[in-house]
């Protein structure tokens, strides 16, 4: 009797060939690499098929691989496409949905929207990932998660990676302010942006909304800031400019509240304009737990 192929290790080819590695397939599989290994060795023996090759730069699909790496695919999309006509004809939307989160959970309303997803699809359960927007886009990308927040510029062309397009949802349009250090008024108020350049900045990664955000001034004004320390959390970057580290930029509203609170000084002769965005891939949208998803986001931003 002939054995019928085990669908984790179908995924487990995929995955693999997709990223070229075991450990970042593990990853993204959340298994074991030993685990992965299994998988791949099982289906090859199952098959009598060599899939792939060790070279020095990792492994490599050999041309057996390169044919059937398609077809795999083909079959898990099936496989998916039939759980979801299955789930549509209980009359129940079921599953988990991975999101990625970015800056606090008050900004991108994310209470609200766990709480409406919970209230209307019961049965879908979520996992949340913090990140930089850069990350999200990622992750996104490489099936580690199901949908994302994104910030960039409001007029922005999203990094394409790979050939599946992304579905790109505008949430909100903000201003990002600049702020200093208690007493740097006289220093930052009336400044343009080769002035504020020349001060000392607290940096972001280059994957944070931040850094993108500045690196697109500094091409238009031919400026570079002068940053002297780098951190990945706003609220680190609010602390360091207390601290009177600093420059950096900072969400108006937050900006406008420090300025009261804690003496924070502004610039007042520039902004920086931001939009406030969620991705999924196109073909994520076929998902009944996206199209949940979405339902749920757009009453939570949209909700008359």
């Known amino acids: 009797m002939a054995h019928l192929l085990n669908i984790n290790a179908l995924l487990a080819f995929a995955t693999v060939a997709r990223e070229g590695s075991v450990s970042r397939a593990a990853e993204i599989l959340n298994l074991t690499q030993p685990a992965v290994s299994h998988q791949l060795k099982r289906l090859a023996q199952e098959t009598g098929t060599t899939f792939f090759r060790r070279t ?40 988990t949905l991975r999101i990625g989160t970015i800056v606090d ?48 510029a409001p007029d922005a062309t999203l990094p394409q990676q790979g050939d599946e397009p992304l579905h790109r949802i505008e949430l909100a349009e903000f201003s990002y302010r600049v702020i200093a250090p208690p007493g740097w008024q006289s220093r930052v108020e009336h400044a343009d942006w080769a002035a504020l350049a020349a001060l000392p900045w607290i940096g972001t990664p280059p994957t944070s909304a931040h850094h993108g955000l500045l690196a697109a001034i500094s091409d238009k004004y031919h400026t570079r800031q002068n940053v002297v320390a780098l951190v990945d959390q706003e609220a680190s970057m609010l602390e360091m400019v207390r601290a009177g580290v600093g420059l950096s930029l900072c969400r108006e509203s937050i900006a406008l509240h420090e300025r009261q609170t804690s003496g924070l000084a502004v610039a007042e002769a520039v902004s920086v304009p931001a939009s406030l965005n969620f991705l999924t891939m196109e073909r994520h949208l076929e998902r009944p737990t996206v199209q949940a998803l979405i339902s749920a986001l757009t009453r939570t931003w949209n909700p008359y």
């Not at 077809?71 to 209980?90: C, G, I, N, T």
């Open 56 to 95: 020095s730069n990792g492994l490599e699909l050999t041309d057996d691989g390169t044919a059937l790496v398609a077809k795999a695919d083909q079959v898990l999309e099936a496989m998916a496409d039939f759980r979801r006509s299955a789930r549509r004809r209980s009359g129940r939307i079921a599953g």
């Open 105 to 152: 959970p008050d900004f991108i309303r994310l209470g609200p929207l766990l709480k409406r997803l919970r209230s209307e699809f019961p049965d879908i359960t979520t996992e949340l990932g913090h990140a930089v927007s850069g990350d999200i886009l990622n992750r996104l990308t490489r099936g580690q998660i199901d949908a994302g927040f994104f910030l960039c």
